[in-house]
């Protein structure tokens, strides 16, 4: 089964378990049968181009040398529930972490393989660019669309959307934000890449009967207003209001 979203599966990319050597282009020990043969190919951006499905050892290969396992939408919802059993209310908080974690581990794979591959720094790049860069194998493997707003980025805070989340659309209409995973990882991925430490928040949900997931990303001190202004009845758009108006100082 092919990575879609469509297909109702998911693919998990295990970028910790690469090593440096074997992230570098036009490396002749990679299992990706394309890139062997086009080490050096910029059009790699289609499915079949960028997964390498490896019959003899049943892995499963992307161009960026990361380890992916195709899973179902029981995955999710089995994980989701577990969590719950085990650790309650607070199973969204472990879920966050989880996220963090990753996020801040792909940071550093991330900028390994973009400079490796664009032959450019990161800090040199246009930051429109390196982040379509770094979400396009994350829309692959069946995580979503996304649309990041950075009008905001010089005020400590930014949005980002998400469409077709795997895990609101795996749940349904539940009532409540319910991708914490998505809020850790983009927490642990921007404090990787800027060095500061930020967090995350999802302040609409497609399990709360949205169109699409929204999250906001920012310091500290803009997530603490957000969640307060959230818990006492604000929507998205009463939220990014009153961050665009500057209502976070003095909190």
Known sequence: MVASAHLGSLTFGDASSQSVGNTSVGNPMTKHTLKRRFPNR?????????????????SITDWNEGRNVLVTEDFIVGLIEGLEEEVGSASGVVMYNIGEEWGKRDAKFFQNWFEKEYRREIRTSSLTFALEAWWWPFTTQGWGNWDIDLSEQKNGFMFINIFDSAVARTLGDVGKPVCHLYAGMFAGFFTGLVKKNLSCIEIQCYAM???????????????????????????????????????????
């Open 42 to 58: 910029f059009n790699h951006y289609n499915l079949d181009n960028f997964f390498s499905f490896n019959s003899d050892d049943g």
């Open 209 to 251: 009967g949205e169109t699409y997931c929204k999250f906001l990303l920012g310091k500290q001190d803009r997530i603490d207003a957000a969640s307060f202004w959230h818990t006492e009845g604000a929507t998205a758009r009463d939220i990014e209001k009153r961050l665009r108006h500057g209502e976070f100082v003095g909190r």
